[in-house]
T-cell receptor
Framework: ETGVTQTPRHLVMGMTNKKSLKCEQH?????MYWYKQSAKKPLELMFVYSLEERVENNSVPSRFSPECPNSSHLFLHLHTLQPEDSALYLC???????????????FGSGTQLSVL | DAKTTQPPSMDCAEGRAANLPCNHS???????VYWYRQIHSQGPQYIIH???NNETNEMASLIITEDRKSSTLILPHATLRDTAVYYCIGRGPGRRALTFGSGTRLQVQP
């Protein structure tokens, strides 16, 4: 148990569907992240939030829309996805983003997404 | 952040020490070396990090060479549950988050 909870664990959706991934952290952290991991590929950073403000967007297509209503919750809204978007989506949190000396990331178990 | 180079895969016998190398020859003076591991289909797990000195915690030891161009993660008594992909990451103040490479796939053999 890492203190970061993601739901759902598995999701199957059609290309015309709209769905949302949810992440919640119980660690009192100020920074939250979305990473994407496609099969046999390294983790790709998608978005970074610090104190509910988006501070990094790594050229992610607009069909992925993040939302951070407070420092404990992070959502990833999905719409009109493509089959190549099928991947493991991982949420993480850290105390903050400004101190390389103490930037431990705590990851959730991920949502395995399949787009048909 | 410094580019890191790791062997794609390694084997280790159960109960023996696993020594995972990482090359980071372009690391700058204020960049930390972080190690994470990822067990199949789970989120990565923090192991240890360091700047100049060797570090040890309940999971592993980190040995950083004096010139800081390379480091070694040591799992002193590997178990089957240590089978995972291990990532070595250079982290400096210029980026806002950790960037993961391909890592080393460690297979602990019974």
């Amino acid at each position: 148990e890492t203190g970061v909870t993601q739901t759902p664990r598995h999701l199957v959706m059609g290309m015309t569907n709209k769905k949302s991934l949810k992440c919640e952290q119980h660690l009192g952290h100020n920074a939250m992240y979305w990473y994407k991991q496609s099969a046999k590929k390294p983790l790709e950073l998608m978005f970074v939030y610090s104190l509910e403000e988006r501070v990094e967007n790594n050229s992610v297509p607009s069909r992925f829309s993040p939302e951070c209503p407070n420092s404990s919750h992070l959502f990833l809204h999905l719409h009109t996805l493509q089959p190549e978007d099928s991947a493991l989506y991982l949420c993480a949190s850290s105390q903050d983003i400004l101190r390389p000396s103490n930037e431990k990331l705590f990851f959730g178990s991920g949502t395995q997404l399949s787009v048909l | 952040d410094a580019k890191t180079t790791q062997p794609p895969s390694m084997d280790c016998a159960e109960g023996r020490a696993a020594n995972l190398p990482c090359n980071h020859s372009t690391i700058s003076g204020n960049e930390y070396v972080y190690w994470y591991r990822q067990i199949h289909s789970q989120g990565p797990q923090y192991i240890i990090h360091g700047l100049k000195n060797n570090e040890t915690n309940e999971m592993a030891s980190l040995i950083i060479t004096e010139d800081r161009k390379s480091s070694t993660l040591i799992l002193p008594h590997a178990t089957l549950r240590d089978t995972a992909v291990y990532y070595c990451i250079g982290r400096g103040p210029g980026r806002r988050a950790l960037t993961f490479g391909s890592g080393t796939r460690l297979q602990v053999q019974p």
